[in-house]
């Protein structure tokens, strides 16, 4: 009896002693770093750095950019121009573009120099205004017309067939004088009314522009005929 008594406590205390060493293998077990990990990170680190951070997913679908679709981030789509805005734009772009045009015909034609020379400074100046506009209707969605209206061609057309002083008289007559004024008086509107800060900030820098012409047509021969 005693020799089986001692035999039961032997087992007792040996499986008392593998429960002990197996629970302190669990407790000291030390994870192993990621096969790709940096010597030193852990799997947990491992795992927390691979995934996407704030800064990544800016750029996923659902993200801020969704926010702006037609341009960068902090570049909202441009609001519509008012009617006034986009109608002065139209008539500016169709009188400029005329004013180019029969100044290009006008620097071939003409046989005064005074007005050759001021059909030059039309085409440099419109041409330029022509330009700045039509950025600004691009940066609005606005879409400006492509060619002259038809009443302006019939007038090119008729110009066209004049030759000497009488093309020069015209000339000056039509796109010096009578264009400029009604030119100054659309602008000056403009200034005033435009709602739109660039339309409002083209009109209000043309305007010198457009009064230096009209003073220097005056000044031109036939101009008083």
């Known amino acids: ?7 039961l406590a032997l087992t007792a205390s040996a499986l008392a002693a593998m429960l002990a060493v197996a629970a302190c293998g669990r407790d000291e077990r030390i994870p192993l770093p ?11 680190e491992s795992t927390s750095s691979a995934t996407p951070s704030s800064a990544t997913m800016a750029g996923t679908p659902g993200s801020m950019v969704e926010q702006y679709p037609t341009g960068a981030i902090g570049t909202p789509a441009a609001a519509a121009l008012a009617p006034f805005d986009q109608e002065f734009m139209t008539k500016a772009v169709e009188g400029g573009q005329f004013e180019v045009e029969v100044a290009k015909l006008a620097a071939e034609k003409a046989s005064d120099a005074a ?12 041409g330029a205004a ?22 302006k061609k019939k007038e090119l057309d008729r110009l066209a067939q004049l030759s000497g ?21 659309e602008f000056e509107k403009a200034s005033a009314q435009a709602q739109n800060a660039d339309v409002k900030n083209f009109a209000q820098s043309t305007l ?3 009064k230096k012409h009209l003073e220097a047509a005056q ?4 101009a008083k005929g």
């Not at 330009?131 to 038809?150: F, G, Y």
């Not at 002083?165 to 009604?182: N, P, S």
């Open 1 to 7: 009896m005693t020799i089986r008594t001692s035999r």
């Open 34 to 44: 990621a096969a790709d990990a940096p010597p030193g990170a852990t799997s947990s």
């Open 115 to 126: 007005v050759k020379a001021f059909a030059q400074m039309l085409v440099a100046d419109h």
């Open 130 to 151: 022509n330009d700045r506009l039509r950025e600004i209707a691009t940066s609005h969605n606005v879409a400006l017309p492509a060619s002259l209206p038809e009443e």
């Open 165 to 185: 002083a009488e093309f020069d008289r015209e000339f000056v007559k039509i796109a010096g004088l009578k264009d400029h004024r009604h030119d100054i008086d």
């Open 208 to 210: 010198p522009t457009l």
């Open 219 to 222: 000044k031109l021969p036939g």
